[in-house]
């Protein structure tokens, strides 16, 4: 199930988890820690959870759907990360259950004191999306309100990978925090993304230049105008033809 | 899967299962003699069959979906009292079988000789509702009846856990009695609940001050009162609307 | 899973299986076997694959969904019967082949050389519903077909335990007979059962007093026309408002 | 599981998948290489994730859903072939992974160093569809796109079996190969079967005599004309409906 390409000491890591979900703002945050720290991969977690077909990879090869651990050194003495996104939520309960606890049994193996889990929280935002968080221990959830993170409601839930790491994590005794982007959901939020990739370096003092996320939230505000524009074109069109109707009708009654 | 928090020494107890249902019944009813007879925590059940998500509670802190096991020592030297509910019911077919199993093999630990299982019974009540009862043994079950509740139609199907809970039962020599509080079923229902414990306190001889239930059961009645208006209007919107397309097809014809 | 009540002796036994499915034709057939053999209980299979809820017998007594085993003597020293019929078929894909697998160990054990499995054949029936047949073995098939049964067309899938018993049954090395009747199966088919039923006793030499079913088909026959003259009201109602609103059509254009 | 019918010793084998899938080519190509190379089936694959039901096949009998490897002896002194196909894709997630893991230990019993998988692409195709290759050992591809082949787009998925077994030979050290005809996906397509086909050939070099498909190309595009005629005119009278309504309309404003 899990396979390490690599074997790697690592000092007091931290590991960071964002799985697609909503606004897909876990696994664009991540995406922007690989590339911009130059982390590297050292282990995939496969499953029979995940959905049966695979993806064409660059130059016709082929590769199971996967989830993957990458790690990168902190030369600043502070903590190492270890980063871990993939193809795809597991498709079933147990597998959801499974997949979970495979991560937390590879952070324990790591030797891992505290994982942080992101995701989407289904909310228009007011320009600069909000960052929700909720977590295991009182100090660490106190210590990223200080950031300008907002605590979460009570009775809310946290769906799929990025809550139940934190439930389960009690039984391993790894504290774990959860940061949830304000995104509506429905499209890649890189914005959202942004904002918590600012709340995380706060807390953990590092510096991924935040800045290249800029054009991708360009390219996704674009979009979302055009998609704006379309719907307008077509509430408009549907209006015309409301009128149009009940001129019709007035003729007649 | 379960997790005992503190041992306990409990004197010929009878353990009370309700979980989420039809009108809620079940789970208003334990968590009212929870309140009142200030059970408490003793263990808890985990199931990779309950829904992938955690629940964020007071203070941003995190858990995931489980069911609760409580404990309250009667001092007039009848049976103490385990009480059991929890977030949500089991998600797979073979999850239900398995949580009902679990509550059994802790009831068996615990030397429980009674088991008793609340739930909603859909049925539109008239003024009061009734209670509907059904037994795996023929005493217990006319010792009930004479408490006021009624039998259960023949053929009639008990759903979930506090129907599987009987069915299964008999193969750990535990009797076990079902009683289904009448109720619409779509909206959480503390009247319901109030005849089960009507019934429950007879038959176990406690007092759980069941007026402190009113106050929830006006709240409820208010929100049923505004509902059905809500629909009264919509109805009559609709109606107004219907009229007005007869008249404009009459000019026609 | 499966709860032998009793052992008994049996003499060359045929085992005969028909669980609820279209028209109910298994499930009516075996149940009246039972009644007018007299044939008496001897074993239950219970499986988390079959629906989660239970059901309230007699007097308020509950019971978990199940399937039974029945056995009857045959008095005159032709083979032994063992009936089997239940409340549901399993719920799932991997229930369905454990619960036909089941079926086979326990006809194993008791040294059973033939089974036969009855289910329902979606087809109009013209005024005697016919019986389909198919069968693991050559000359078992040709001894039913002339009975008056008919051979399965090339290709027809037989859906359920009746089905994947016989395609199981070559692992145990035990002969299997399938006879589906003609049904509508929408609704209990008693008549489409006695089919069925006098083709079996053809077979086995039994006598089951089929004239026992004939209340139950002339209350079945009563039922279809009463659905049907509902049918053709409400096509008659369809019509006119159709016509209605052509006339005013008409008068516009 | 897997059921040997014969032992076989096959000379440097290569295995060729093709399950019922998009537009059926998988299973018409090796359908047709069974039969005109007169290939012998020697095992059988069955599985409880196959759907709940029995085919009944010639004269009557019955048999369950399964796969069936089948073996041809190559006079030419090249590789053997083991052709596989089946009735069906295994009907849940797990299941998809656990029959393409039981191909792949067949395969690494037999020592076969090649997988082959046939499936289709959705894609209209001009006159000749194309045929688009993944693999995963990257001299392999090569020596596929010269034989006329296309280079798969990235991020492409590939669903089912054809997809998971070239997902998952990487862990059992065997090269694969994917090959994927254009076809609309609706129907059988005999034609774009023909296509993966002769890419087979030419890298196999072996001959299946392909003309004997021909029959069968033009049987399925007189289907496809039938449907599009039946499609043009029920489009026409739609068309001539609304006008017939726009007609009145007119006449009302």
């Given at each position: ?75 600043n003495g502070k903590s190492d990360l ?172």
């Amino acid at each position: 199930m899990i396979k390490e390409l690599e074997k790697v000491e690592l000092s007091n890591p931290v590991l960071i988890e964002g799985l697609p979900g909503l606004g897909l703002v876990g696994k664009i945050a991540i995406r922007h820690l690989v590339r911009q720290l130059k982390a590297q991969k050292f282990a995939y977690i496969y499953s029979p959870h995940f959905p049966y077909f695979v993806l064409v990879s660059k130059k016709g090869n082929v590769r199971l759907l996967r989830g993957t651990f990458y790690f990168w050194k902190n030369r600043n003495g502070k903590s190492d990360l270890i980063l871990f996104t993939g193809d795809s939520q597991a498709q079933t309960i147990e597998g959801q259950y499974e997949i979970s606890d495979y991560i937390l049994k590879f952070a324990k193996q790591h030797d891992v004191k505290m994982i942080i889990t992101i995701g989407g929280y289904r909310m228009e935002a007011k320009e600069k999306p909000k960052v929700i968080a909720a977590a295991t221990n009182r100090d660490l959830l106190n210590k990223t309100l200080k950031t300008g993170a907002e605590i979460s409601p009570t009775g809310s839930p946290i769906v799929g990978t990025a809550g139940l790491i934190l439930g389960l994590s009690h039984f391993k005794r790894i504290d774990a925090l959860c940061l949830l982007g304000e995104t509506r959901g429905y499209l890649p939020d890189p914005k959202s993304a942004r904002s918590v990739l600012e709340v995380l370096q706060s807390l953990l003092d590092f510096n991924a230049n935040l800045a290249g996320l800029d054009e991708e939230i360009a390219k996704a505000d674009k979009m979302v105008t055009r998609l704006q524009k379309i719907e307008e074109k077509r509430a408009l069109e549907a209006e015309e033809t409301r009128k149009e109707e009940d001129k019709k009708v007035t003729y007649i009654s």
